[in-house]
């Protein structure tokens, strides 16, 4: 189950609650009992293994080579000009 965040309007508490992803947010804050808002934290990216580098970067002769550009004089848009 994720857990959330929330932050009172009124006191500005904050805490943490480990709910189901179909249960309803909070409302109320256990501190005074004023209206809460659910926090939204960033997602961590790993990148694991040597394959996202060779999807994510092609190498500049298969990039220029499919646009059907010489090596002499490489295409504006080629991301590895020089």
Do not use: W
């Not at 002769?61 to 002499?72: D, F, G, K, R």
């Amino acid at each position: 189950m994720p857990t959330y965040g929330y932050q009172c309007t009124k006191c500005s508490y904050i805490f943490e609650k480990v709910q189901k992803i179909t249960d309803n947010p909070l409302t109320e804050c256990p501190e005074c009992k004023g209206k809460v808002k659910r926090l939204l934290y960033p997602v961590g990216i790993v990148f694991k293994g040597a394959g996202f580098h060779v999807n994510d970067y092609p190498k500049c002769e298969n990039s220029c080579a499919q646009a059907a550009h010489t090596e002499s004089k490489p295409c504006a848009e080629c991301p590895c000009k020089s």
